[in-house]
């Protein structure tokens, strides 16, 4: 299903209404500027044509007229237009200019001043017409009505209405693009909110469901306080899961070391074959359920550190020596400490995090090579470009490529033949990823795996 933006269609709606208003705008702004050329260039050709009938007379019985060079200046100031004139008699005959000009237009015998739209020889035309009556001298008996008519072409009024739309859509324009661009900043502004609310929840841990404070428009307000209400029941409800199953955890531990204690002594004291196979099995459920106990306790013990812990500068060196201290008590991992070495430079490395939840991260990785890769473990510790890397190196048979991401996840194994939960090195990726680190897998030369986290340096004198 294609993702709609709001943005966008706003942004179409809004360029789609100012292409209407600018399409009836344009044609308003034409019709007026033909208006408004037609109007002027009526007024030039009126004059032209009336100065022309106030020099038309009879003489002789023949009518004259005596055409002034005025008439035509006043029409010849655009050089676009071309223009035709006709003088007829009372009785319809020609006396000067275009014989075809006006043919199909009538006239009225008065003096009244008529315009008409008209063709000319296939050019459209504008004529001014007018009537004058002239009474005839003495000699030639009676005057009559004396027809003036001057046409010009349409073209220096086309020009003139194409100026005019021009200088009139412009400021239009410069106002739409202003007012677009106003429209866009506002727009985007109105959801800049929303990003920001976005940049803070992507910002977040995993495991972080704080309420959203910050201010909001009111028109979103509504989304952020169903936000932080879903939130908060989802924090409520992971709070008793985390609870519920740190509660069963810790309940489960002191039975289940009861149960490997006294399959041990059975062991020690059975003499039958098939006793000891069960007993053996017996110590080795209770042994794993022990460990997924433990585990689990750890995983709600470190999330919970996480979360609520305030962070410090923790020297990674210290925090790795007193990891393997502990897992030296461990009477399960007694004899594989003498195979562990510890490469680390003479300095401490600092980095900004929870103590017990790092050195949960780098117990977890270490047990994890004790369980699944026994011999030879080589732990260094190293910075390089602002970043301290811990390196815990084995020579197991190392991780297919495909189960490397795999691993990582909760209660995934590559390997169900050997001990273990799958909770280990998810919960080392946890830590290193709320301390604003990273963990990878990557093949040891000559065989084995490399536990590779990196997390910021910290400077010593940083503020916690």
Request: contains cysteine.
């Amino acid at each position: 299903m294609a993702r709609v933006s709001i943005e966008r269609r706003l942004l179409i709606t809004t360029a789609c209404l100012f292409l209407v208003i600018g399409t009836v705008l344009a044609l308003t702004v034409g019709a007026y500027a033909r208006r408004a050329a037609d109007e002027a260039f009526d007024r030039v050709l009126t004059a032209s044509v009336l100065s022309i009938a106030d020099t038309v007379s009879f003489e002789d019985g023949a009518v004259t007229v005596d055409i002034p060079y005025s008439a035509f200046a006043i029409l010849g100031t655009s050089r676009l237009n071309r223009v035709f004139y006709k003088v007829t008699a009372p009785d319809g005959s020609l006396v000067t200019g275009s014989p075809v000009l006006g043919l199909d237009l009538p006239f009225a015998q008065d003096q009244a001043l008529q315009l008409y739209d008209a063709v000319y020889r296939g050019d459209p035309v504008r004529v001014a017409a007018v009537q004058r009556y002239r009474a005839a001298d003495t000699a030639a008996g009676t005057g009559g009505w004396i027809g003036i008519m001057v046409a010009e072409t349409r073209e220096a009024r086309q020009e003139l209405a194409r100026q005019l739309t021009i200088n009139g859509m412009l400021p239009a324009a410069a106002i739409a693009l202003i007012s677009g661009g106003l429209i866009l900043a506002a727009v985007r502004s109105a959801f800049s909110p929303l990003r920001l609310i976005e940049g803070d929840l992507r910002a977040r841990r995993p495991s972080e469901l704080s309420p959203i404070d910050r201010e909001v428009p009111i028109e979103i307000s509504a989304l952020v306080s169903a936000l932080n209400e879903f939130m908060d029941r989802l924090g409520s409800v992971l709070d008793g899961v985390k609870r519920v199953t740190a509660d069963a955890a810790h309940q489960l531990r002191t039975p289940l070391a009861a149960i490997q204690a006294q399959a041990e002594v059975g062991l020690d004291e059975a003499e039958d074959p098939r006793v000891k196979r069960r007993l053996t099995r017996i110590h080795e459920n209770a042994r794993s359920a022990g460990l997924l106990a433990n585990m689990l306790l750890s995983d709600a013990t470190t999330i919970h550190r996480i979360e609520t812990q305030v962070r410090e500068l923790v020297d990674l060196c210290g925090t790795t020596e007193d990891a393997l201290q502990m897992l030296r008590a461990e009477s399960a991992y007694g004899s594989l400490m003498r195979s562990v070495t510890l490469d680390m430079v003479d300095r401490p490395l600092m980095v900004k995090a929870e103590p017990i939840a790092l050195r949960e991260m780098v117990r977890n990785i270490i047990e994890n090579a004790f369980i699944h890769a026994p011999g030879e473990v080589c732990i260094r510790l190293h910075a390089r470009e602002g970043v301290v890397v811990l390196q815990v190196m084995d020579r197991g048979p190392g991780i297919p490529d495909s189960a490397k991401n795999l691993v990582f996840q909760r209660f995934a194994r590559t390997d169900i033949q050997r001990p273990g939960t799958g909770l280990g090195l998810a919960i080392a990726k946890d830590v290193a990823v709320a301390f604003d680190g990273s963990i990878g897998i990557i093949d040891r030369d000559g065989g084995g795996a490399v536990i590779e986290v990196k997390l910021p340096m910290a400077a010593r004198d940083e503020k916690t």
